[in-house]
């Protein structure tokens, strides 16, 4: 996995973060600051835990991306976002 590529499980779901497309605008934090945070280089990255949220929530905040920085896949390895 490249560098700048972060990875978790959350909510039976698969959640990618690509660093290198993340602007910093926050729409992901505001919605879901239980699972994201904006480092000190304005990108985002995972909070040290991530617990399981409604998977609405998840894509929700996922989906928000203006960017497609995240990337969300089911429990049947389907991508459902972007
Ligand atoms: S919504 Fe996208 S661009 Fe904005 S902070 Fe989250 S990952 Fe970065």
Redesign the pocket.
């Known amino acids: 996995m490249d560098d700048e590529q972060r990875e978790r499980t959350i909510s039976g779901h698969t959640v990618t973060?690509d660093r290198t497309?993340?602007?910093?605008?926050?729409?992901?934090?505001n919605l879901a600051p239980e699972i994201?945070v904006?480092d000190e280089q304005n990108?985002?990255e995972f909070q040290d835990e991530t617990p399981d949220i409604d998977a609405g929530r998840l894509e929700e905040?996922s989906a928000?991306?203006?960017?497609?920085?995240?990337i969300l896949t089911d429990e049947d390895g389907e991508q459902i976002v972007p």
Do not use: E, R
């Not at 497309?21 to 992901?28: A, E, P, R, T, V």
């Not at 928000?64 to 995240?70: E, H, Q, R």
């Open positions: 973060i497309l993340c602007i910093g605008s926050g729409n992901c934090t994201f904006i990108i985002v905040a928000i991306c203006p960017v497609d920085a995240l």
